[in-house]
């Protein structure tokens, strides 16, 4: 299922991997193919520690797998693919690996015990499952980070496009965009490979008001400042998401729920007004172990929408919290957008792996690793790759490592990022092909000029892949969407 830019990059190396011989430098090689060759691109979720990554994981694939809350496994990578269910394989830090029977309908284990395993053994875990959301990306959820986004997890270079969960902006928002930029930067994340993600949207909320008025504001002042280094973040209420999905919101809650319902309201928004309040809320109408169980699966804020929603079943309970929850948007970016982009980006990091693998064979390697070095350089010139070459162009200028007039940095982000061909010249989505055209040759003429002025050789090969991109749209702006090509 792999895109016509990775079945190309695929033949490349394979050609030129007899020149590899044998050692490290075709154990990459080989790599390279197998991950040009699975089933789907990568789909990294990442954000801090206890942000609620793992649930928007659950979110995404829309079941509930993951390993969610307190659980030692947050320091071990959850991969998910599509494949076969019954066996869990371990990947352990020595680099063997260790598989096991498993139920592929369970979440990923709290700890390995299961397995004869220690957590700090084992790098990573694969759960293979026919999962639908599985047959377009591969989905891993990344251990959490430190509250500084500290350190990179070394996974997200094995990542095509990441879901980066914002943390929330308690000290202040211009702390929170720091953190992350510093992060986004030293990761190499871009808007081109980048959606942001807010979750907890309630806990932006003053009191019990509706949050999704605050939330959608943070969201957007995440995305002005994080222009170019992620796209605009969408905001996800993940408790109510995952509760939506099978083995979430039951029977049981909904019960509790209808008895809440009949409750005296006055005493009842009393109650609900605070989590703590809601637990403690020893005189109410519901028992200790239903309230408990209830709040967990959909906080204080879920047990509002749905006593003022007044859904009375199972179904049409999560209905309205799948409704409430704005995972529809999410999905549909993952599923939209960003997967359109899926072969793009696939091919732009395994060509850069392949690169690194050649040049690591160093000055002394054979004729032929020289000649497939040649073909990989050709491959990267590609015009259908000139808009994921941009991604390198955004951290050189957002980081200061380049600079640009602000007009053109701004056209270049637009170039970078665009989905569609308009939305690459800053033009609306409705706009004639014509004006499309017009607009693109005058921006590859403006490219041009910036091409021979004299700049250095960094910014001179970013503004090449800007003016052969809006070459690429002025050609074929008449014609169909120059990316559909990649949908595959
Ligand atoms: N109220 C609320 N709780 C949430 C939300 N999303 C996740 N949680 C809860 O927060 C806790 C942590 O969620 P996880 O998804 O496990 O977070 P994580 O970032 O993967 O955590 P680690 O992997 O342990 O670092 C769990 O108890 C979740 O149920 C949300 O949108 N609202
Ligand atoms: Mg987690």
């Known amino acids: 299922m792999t895109g016509p830019l990775c079945a190309g990059l695929a033949d490349v190396i394979a050609a030129g991997l007899d020149s590899a011989g044998s050692g490290p430098t075709a154990d990459r090689l080989r790599a390279c193919l197998e991950a040009l060759a699975e089933r789907a691109p990568r789909l990294a979720v990442v954000g801090r520690h206890s942000d609620g990554v793992s649930t928007v994981v659950d979110t995404v694939l829309g079941t509930r797998r993951a390993a969610v809350g307190r659980v030692p496994t947050a320091s071990v990578a959850g991969w998910f693919r599509y494949g076969d ?26 700890d390995l015990t299961g397995l004869g395993l220690a957590v700090r053994e084992v790098e990573r875990i694969v759960l293979r499952a026919p999962i639908d959301a599985l047959r377009h990306w591969t989905v891993i959820d990344v251990p959490g980070m430190r509250p500084d986004h500290g350190d990179v997890p070394p996974v997200l270079d094995e990542a095509d496009a990441v879901l980066l969960v914002l943390p929330e902006p308690a000290a202040g928002l211009e702390p929170a965009v720091a953190s992350v930029r510093r992060f986004a930067l030293a990761a190499g994340l871009t808007a081109v490979n980048t959606v942001g993600v807010l979750t907890r949207p309630e806990r932006l909320a ?63 928004a009393l109650a609900l007004a605070d989590e703590w309040e809601f637990r403690d809320w020893a005189d109410g109408p519901v028992g200790r172990q239903d309230r408990l169980r209830l709040v967990e699966v959909i906080g204080v804020y879920g047990i509002r929408e749905l006593v003022a ?22 999905v549909a970016r993952v599923t939209g957008p960003l997967l359109a982009a899926g072969d793009r980006l696939r091919c732009a990091r395994l060509l850069r792996v392949a690169e690194r693998a050649v040049r690591a064979a160093g000055p002394d390697r054979a004729r032929g690793l020289a000649a497939l070095g040649g073909e990989l350089a050709a491959y990267r010139n590609q015009p259908e790759l000139a ?39 800053g033009l609306p989505a409705d706009a004639d092909p014509g004006l499309v055209a017009e607009t693109a040759r005058k921006a590859a003429a403006h490219w041009s000029a910036w091409e021979s002025a004299d700049v250095s050789q960094r910014l001179r090969n970013h503004v090449r892949a800007a003016r052969e991109l809006a070459q690429r749209l002025a050609r074929s702006a008449a014609g169909p969407d120059p990316h559909r090509e990649d949908d595959g």
């Open 85 to 110: 269910p019954g066996v869990l394989r371990a990947i352990l830090r020595n680099g063997d690996a260790r598989a096991t029977r498993w139920d592929d309908s369970a979440p990923l284990p709290p």
């Open 206 to 268: 003053v009191a019990d008001a509706d949050p999704w008025p605050a939330a959608r504001q943070v969201a957007r002042a995440y995305g002005e400042r994080l222009h170019g280094l992620l796209v605009d973040p969408v905001p996800v209420a993940g408790l109510l998401a995952a509760a939506a999905l099978p083995g979430g919101f039951g029977e049981d809650h909904a019960r509790t729920v209808r008895t809440l319902r009949a409750a005296d309201p006055q005493r009842r």
């Open 309 to 330: 929603a007044g859904a009375d079943d199972v179904a049409a309970s999560r209905a309205v919290l799948w409704e409430r929850s704005g995972a529809a948007a999410l």
């Open 387 to 425: 808009q994921v070459r941009l991604a390198g162009a955004l951290t050189d200028l957002l980081s200061g490592r380049c600079t640009l007039p602000a007009a053109d940095a701004a056209a270049l982000e637009m170039l970078a990022t665009g989905v569609h061909a308009a939305d690459c010249l």
